[in-house]
């Protein structure tokens, strides 16, 4: 018989914050039941661990800085995961998150690593104007179109504007939409070998210092003006 999760207010999520603080450890809500909620502007002094839980709504992150992980990993949003002009300065962990909406990670910097190999999501995979001082893995990820109210939203992956400080390692993923890379600056390497994009990807402008692979990379056009 499958575990019931067990379920945290908004309330008892603060108050969890303020102990994980004090006690110099991660915040755990891991395996949990969790409402949507939201930080703006707020400095979290620890890691967060959201593995295996469950947000029934969204969760959004607006000019936070967070000292430490934030572990997604086999978590599910029931709407957007949008995390905008914050700092995390550890690890950014999602392997194998289910979103049911949109994920945007916009303008914000990452002193770490991003890790969301094998991620599920409905709308677009967000990542316009961020910065990550490490790599980028959205390996065997899957991004689907998804219809709401006010229309499509396509399952695309944007990378545009963006600086990462190590590779892109993209391979094998699965889009709805287009992969636009536009003007980013990327110092080691790009994969993309085994993608499937059923749109364009677009490479304009971006800097890659290291190796561009792209064997058996499936799209309806290349456009590869790169800098």
Same mark, same amino acid.
């Given at each position: ?46 890691? @967060?661990?959201? %593995? ?30 949008? /995390? ?29 690593? @991003? ?27 899957? /991004? ?48 993309? %070998? ?7 990807? /677009?490479?304009?402008?971006? /800097? ?9 990379? @499936?799209? %309806?056009?290349? @456009?590869?003006?790169?800098?």
């Amino acid at each position: 018989m499958e575990q019931l999760l067990q379920r945290f207010t908004e309330q008892e999520i603060f108050q969890e914050l303020r102990n994980a603080e004090r006690e110099n450890r991660t915040a755990d809500f891991s395996n949990k039941l969790l409402p949507e909620f939201s930080f703006s502007g707020k400095e979290i002094n620890t890691g @967060i661990n959201l %593995k295996g839980s469950t947000i029934q709504g969204a969760l959004h992150l607006d000019e936070c800085i967070i000292k430490g992980d934030i572990n997604l990993e086999q978590a599910l949003v029931y709407a957007t995961l949008y /995390i905008s002009k914050s700092e995390i300065r550890g690890n950014f962990i999602a392997n194998q998150i289910r979103i049911r909406e949109v994920l945007n990670l916009m303008a914000s910097i990452f002193q770490k690593n @991003i890790n969301m190999e094998g991620s599920s999501i409905k709308g677009f995979l967000g990542l316009n104007k961020v910065q990550i001082e490490e790599n980028l893995n959205i390996s065997k990820s899957i /991004i689907k179109d998804i219809t709401t109210k006010i229309g499509i939203i396509r399952g695309d992956v944007y990378l545009k504007d963006a600086k990462v400080n190590g590779s892109v390692i993209a391979e094998e993923i699965i889009s709805d939409g287009l992969g636009n890379f536009e003007n980013s600056m990327i110092t080691r390497n790009l994969n993309l %070998k085994n993608s499937r994009f059923k749109e364009a990807v /677009i490479l304009s402008g971006t /800097i890659i210092e290291g190796e561009v692979e792209t064997q058996g990379m @499936i799209c %309806k056009n290349l @456009i590869a003006h790169m800098a």
